[in-house]
């Protein structure tokens, strides 16, 4: 087996490596929290027994089109529009069996016929399941024993979870390969996905996906092309492999796993050795960049720091408004979130819920024969199990819809922060000149469950007492009627206390998420005050000879190379 081909020599545990114990203690004594999932990627690699293969690249490239082509069944879900939402692993296995693991840590068992229902945006829209990657084992990949085929989400889509999915997770990639379709070869952006994944992985290949929609003349002149700007763009050859998943193309596939998959198994060990490096080389380096920073700010004097500050961050007026802006989106939205619950439920559900409730009484009317109590009772047993019913569907299918205004305020808030971290972290290089690294921790939105319905007792008093004074045959006609006139009456109730419901439920959630975009930008200005408020030489004399260390550490990897 290819795991065990031990026949090449290169270290397989990170401990092996010059400079990981070291920027793995900068990393955690300096809270360089940005580089934590780096330092994590790096000890499991050693445990790895599988070399990760996994496809990045725009969205609808045809990525899962060339896994299922590869794996040899449509297992993964395709479409027109961006459709990976969550990463995919899948790799060999004794038996065939899927199973997702969630952003809290649990494993779940799913059935591999649904797991379109975890992993494609559609029926997982931004990942509300909370799904952190899902595993696919089949036995049929016995040829690719050794390996992992990942399918990543599409990058550059207007779904920007997407994005942060696939880029989370690619400090784990041994063997990258990018997926460019053939209708818009090599972009910039694909550019700069190369330069992040060198990052990671010195084993890089490009994919020209959909090539069947090129005639051979053009075929020709698209790879000249892609080929040539590889070649000046990058140092390292970047090899290239044409793939189609239409018919007619299998020549095709059957080249790449010739020269790329089974070469990338036959050299197995060294292929893991060298991604391993790579992410070692990635880590000291960063590690060191932010050192430098720390320095530099720890030996500037204290009569420059207000100025500095002020340079950087603003006044604390202008800071105040940023934070303010925050609140004011949340609060706009969760101001409208009553008028757009009541207009998704009681507008458009009101009339045919009405209507389908009538029709059913109807029908149930003959059956209730008895005194004036039997006939309140049935009445009511029947309406609170109808409508309880009938909201509960409501509720559960209206859910991603109430949950709108949640996703707006989500969206301005992640955007709010993001651009004021890329002004600090541009001024932040301008002054200093290294990067700003700030924590980039995500903020954790949980869209609020469909609240359990219940309908409140109709009617109020116990009319049992007095049912038999009353004779039915008489007043069966007024009482039907009062029946009808009751079961709009608890329409309208039922449907205005769902939509409080879920009016709180929402609402509580911007509030906790405005809240998480506060505590953000706090952390955001923190961290710069931290850097910037205070000479400290006993800082600057602690973080010297760890930056040395680095430095020589870098060094020596450029010697050797
Ligand atoms: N003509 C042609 N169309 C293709 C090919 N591969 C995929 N497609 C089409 O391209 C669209 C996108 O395919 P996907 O495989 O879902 O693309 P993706 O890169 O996984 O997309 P995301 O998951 O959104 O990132 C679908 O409509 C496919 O039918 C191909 O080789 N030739
Ligand atoms: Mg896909």
Redesign the pocket.
Known sequence: MNEANTSESGPAVASELAGFQLAADVTERFELADLEPLVRAIRTQGEKRELSLA?F????????????RVIGRAL??????????VVTEISYGGAERAEAVMLDGRVRAIPLHAIGSHIA?GENPRNEKGVDVVRVFLPSLERFRGLRLV?????E?LFRH?TDASLAWSPNVDLALV?V?ADSPLTEQDRELIERLAQFTPNIAVLL?????LDSDDRREVLDYVDGRLRSEFATPIPLFC????SG?EELQARFERDHVQAALAAFQSRRAAALERKVETLVREASDYLRLALKSAETADAEREDLRERVLGSAQALADRKLQLRLIARHSAGGTRAWVEQHLESAARKPLEKRLEAGLEEELPRWRGSLGKELEAFERWLRAKLAGELTVLSAAGQNQFCQPLRDVERQCRANLQSFRDELSEKVERLFGVPLRTTESEMEVRPPESPDVSVGKIFDRNWELISWVIPMAIFRGVVHTRFREKTAAEIQKNLSRLTTQWEERVTGAIESTAKQAGQRFDDLTRTVERLLLSEDRERAAEIRPLLEQLEAVLAGREGQA
Do not use: H, I
């Open positions: 496809v690249g725009r969205f609808n490239t045809g990525k899962s089109s060339f896994l299922n993964l879900p395709v479409g027109a529009v961006p459709v990976t939402s945006e399918d990543t989400p599409g990058l889509s997407n997926a379709g996906t959909k090539v069947d929609m793939f189609s998943a239409r193309f």
